[in-house]
């Protein structure tokens, strides 16, 4: 299974900056598709950004204040977040699935807005 480590996370005051970061390894079969999910305290799981054969999705949320990358050379992809609001507060997860369609999460980086 594709193993997925993730970085970045932390506490950060409203309006400010983060960029995470999730390096994949023991892959086998190509990746596909790349993306981070955000659970906030007491909710689910959402999709926050994904990117899938050079084409992105974000949640309404956080259109013109994140940003997804991807660098294939290093099977990495990053999650850049601007304009940071309070209730962007949560664990991020990073997310990959191959191209038989098994998916693999990482362990989640804490993101935490607050003044």
């Known amino acids: 299974q594709v193993q997925l480590v993730e970085s970045g996370g932390g506490l950060v005051q409203p309006g400010g900056s983060l960029r995470l970061s999730c390096a994949a390894s023991r892959i086998i079969f190509p990746i596909n598709a790349m993306g981070w999910y955000r659970q906030a305290p007491g909710k689910e799981r959402d999709l926050v950004a994904l990117t899938r054969g050079g084409i992105t999705n974000y949640a309404d949320s956080v259109k013109g204040r994140f940003t997804i990358s991807r660098d294939n050379t290093k099977n990495t992809v990053y999650l850049q977040l601007n304009s940071l609001k309070p209730e962007d507060t949560g664990v991020y997860y990073c997310?990959?699935?191959?191209?038989?369609?098994?998916?693999?999460w990482g362990q989640g980086t804490q993101v935490t807005i607050s003044s």
């Open positions: 997310y990959c699935q191959d191209l038989r369609g098994f998916g693999s």
